[in-house]
Structure formats: C-alpha cells, structure tokens
C-alpha cells in the first residue's frame, strides 16, 4: 500500500519550502530541505518499529481462552503488517535518499521533467510527474481490470 500524505502530516516539523526568486530547480537548499523531510521521516517509522516490538514483548500472554488468545493474534497480526508496509517504505526513503546523492531526484523517470516542489512535498517519494502517475495509473488499471 503506498504512503499517504497522511503518513507524511505524522512530521509535525515540517515547513513548506519557500523559493528564492530566479532559485534554480533541485539547488542545494531544496535538495536539503527534502534531505532533512525524508530523515525525519525515517527516523519517525523506525521509532515506530522499536514501539511495535517493545508492545510485542510485553503484551504478549498466552491466554487460557481461545477467543481472547485469537483476538491477541489478529491484533499482533495487523500491527505487523502495518510494519511491513512500513518497512517497504523505510526502503522507498532510503532509495530516495540515494537517489538526492546521486543528483536524480526531483525529476520523472518516465519522461524527465520536473517533478515539482509542492508534490515533493506531498509525496518525498515520488519518481514520476502527476501526467506520467496519472497515465501509469491508467494502464495499471486497464491491464489489472
């Protein structure tokens, strides 16, 4: 499941960039400003992660009562999956980080153009313009559907 922006809002120090007239696209205060969004980022899921197998450990009961023994199982099953996601997007951030290193971020795999700051913003993660998403989407769902 990808991320949502709501993941995103969990990062309550975050500040919109604001450009400096004639500023270059990817300089390095924005390749900065995004550098720091995706740390933060990181940094909250691992804590999250460190929370989610601490709760583990200590909620962990064998229950003499099938029913409340099956209700304990759902709820470490969902929680881990909900750290699964969370670990496949850990790797997304870490792709993404390689790829400000590398100068590639910030422009669409598909066709090159810029991505754009507010999207950036709105999604870190993002590899594709929203014209090049919206026609991936598309054919995703003509092949799938």
């Given at each position: 499941?990808?991320?949502?922006?709501?993941?995103?809002?969990?990062?309550?120090?975050?500040?919109?960039?604001?450009?400096?007239?004639?500023?270059?696209?990817m300089s390095n205060n924005q390749l900065d400003?995004?550098?720091?969004?995706?740390?933060?980022?990181?940094?909250?899921?691992?804590?999250?992660?460190?929370?989610?197998?601490?709760?583990?450990?200590?909620?962990?009961?064998?229950?003499?009562?099938?029913?409340?023994?099956?209700?304990?199982?759902?709820?470490?099953?969902?929680?881990?999956?909900?750290?699964?996601?969370?670990?496949?997007?850990?790797?997304?951030?870490?792709?993404?980080?390689?790829?400000?290193?590398?100068?590639?971020y910030g422009y669409c795999?598909?066709?090159?153009?810029?991505?754009?700051?507010?999207?950036?913003?709105?999604?870190?993660?993002?590899?594709?313009?929203?014209?090049?998403?919206?026609?991936?989407?598309?054919?995703?769902?003509?092949?799938?559907?």
């Open positions: 499941m990808p991320e949502s922006k709501q993941d995103m809002n969990n990062n309550q120090s975050f500040t919109p960039y604001q450009e400096t007239s004639g500023e270059e696209y400003h995004f550098r720091k969004i995706l740390q933060d980022w990181k940094q909250d899921l691992m804590e999250e992660v460190d929370r989610t197998v601490k709760n583990l450990k200590e909620e962990a009961s064998n229950f003499a009562d099938p029913a409340d023994r099956a209700t304990q199982e759902e709820e470490f099953s969902l929680e881990l999956r909900t750290r699964d996601r969370e670990r496949k997007l850990i790797k997304k951030i870490n792709e993404t980080l390689t790829s400000i290193e590398e100068d590639d795999e598909a066709c090159g153009i810029e991505i754009g700051i507010r999207r950036l913003e709105a999604r870190p993660t993002a590899t594709m313009c929203v014209d090049c998403k919206s026609l991936a989407e598309i054919k995703e769902k003509q092949i799938g559907g």
